[in-house]
């Protein structure tokens, strides 16, 4: 994609703040972290969101986040770590580039948990989805 930030940023074509990097992914510090070493992870091909992701790079991609979400937490001196993954503008995606968020959380940082308003499962909602969305094999 040639207009796409992110491809960009993933290949080198714009310097960035490069934390690693292999043959599949960069991983690179957001340009407005919510937290001291809030990163992305993005591969280097464009793919979308996760829908459009082939299985073999998501695999990837999520033991990447384990394993660099980890070190980020570990060498930053963190307190918790949240991976964050959104997919489509209604979840919050504003690069339409795959990404994974690594949020390291600090003691003493900013609440910056989602804070969605949950309610008690109902009968009807429980039985649609249910319904329409139990699966025996993916
Ligand atoms: P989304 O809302 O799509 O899940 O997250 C996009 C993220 O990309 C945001 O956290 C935003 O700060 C970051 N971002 C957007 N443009 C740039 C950029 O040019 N460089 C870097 N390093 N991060 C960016
Ligand atoms: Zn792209």
Redesign the pocket.
Known sequence: MSDC?FCK?ANGEIP?AKLYEDDDFSV?????PATKGHA?ILPKAHYADITEMPEELTAKAFVLAKKMGSHLKETLEADGLNIVQ?NGEKA????FHF?I?LIPRYADGPCIVANWVQNPLSDETREEVITKASVKAL
Do not use: P, S
């Open positions: 930030i940023l960035t690179i510090l957001d340009a407005n992305l959104n919050g995606q504003t690069v990404h968020h």
